[in-house]
Antibody, heavy 120, light 110 residues
Framework: QVQLQESGPGLVKPSQTLSLTCSVS??????????WSWIRQHPGKGLEWIGY???????YYNPSLKSRLTISMDASKNQFSLKLNSVTAADTAVYSC????????????WGQGTLVTVSS | QSVLTQPPSVSATPGQKVTISCSGS????????VSWYQQLPGTAPKLLIY???KRPSGIPDRFSGSRSGTSATLGITGLQTEDEADYFC???????????FGGGTKLTVL
């Protein structure tokens, strides 16, 4: 059973970079069994897929966020991370890390999510 | 506005059956696998249905999924009070080149 835990600042100033890390237990980011993903939910809105990274470092980003986005992994720490540049209030959301099945067809595991507020 | 459309809420009484719809288009539901998730209050979402109709191990057969054309449906029979949760659908959208989700449906078991 894979478990995922998000960590990072809960408050980010406008124009700065939002940085979050997901710690993985019960599985390995190097295994190829999952696509390691970030998903967010704006207050009162539906879910938005941000992107994912595969064990070989290949990344797949939501085109709507691609210009501001970097997802990376640290196999030595069994973690993967999200960096979103030039944030605005519109980036305020609950950010969750998740693990898609190796087929990429479904999300097998989700983290609890962490609220990130963009405000000065 | 979510790419996939779900009713905001449904309600039913214990023991009854309920269905939750997820409406999309030819670029998503019609040509890609649909999955369904359950999010109990205060918890992380859980995979309920994948590959349109398959259940992961441990998911009771009271939960079922189907797909027809550009729509998918989650069915829950023998409703229990513990089924009260938010349910949402998801799939790949080939036009957007992105994963997309429904807006979620809140199930109330009266």
């Amino acid at each position: 059973q894979v478990q995922l835990q998000e960590s990072g600042p809960g408050l980010v100033k406008p124009s700065q970079t939002l940085s979050l890390t997901c710690s993985v237990s019960g599985g390995s980011v190097s295994s190829g069994h999952h696509y390691w993903s970030w998903i967010r939910q704006h207050p009162g809105k539906g879910l938005e897929w941000i992107g994912y990274i595969y064990y070989n470092g290949n990344t797949y980003y939501n085109p709507s966020l691609k210009s501001r986005l970097t997802i990376s992994m640290d196999a030595s720490k069994n973690q993967f991370s999200l960096k979103l540049n030039s944030v605005t209030a519109a980036d305020t959301a609950v950010y969750s890390c998740a693990a898609f099945d190796s087929s990429g067809y479904e999300v097998e595991y989700w983290g609890q999510g962490t609220l990130v507020t963009v405000s000065s | 506005q979510s790419v996939l459309t779900q009713p905001p809420s449904v309600s039913a009484t214990p023991g009854q059956k309920v269905t939750i719809s997820c409406s999309g288009s030819s670029s998503n539901i019609a040509n890609n696998y649909v999955s369904w998730y359950q999010q109990l209050p205060g918890t992380a979402p859980k995979l309920l249905i994948y590959g349109n109709y398959k259940r992961p191990s441990g998911i009771p057969d009271r939960f079922s999924g189907s797909r027809s054309g550009t729509s998918a449906t989650l069915g829950i029979t023998g409703l229990q009070t513990e089924d009260e949760a938010d349910y949402f659908c998801g799939t790949w959208d080939s036009s957007l080149s992105a994963w997309v989700f429904g807006g979620g449906t809140k199930l109330t078991v009266l």
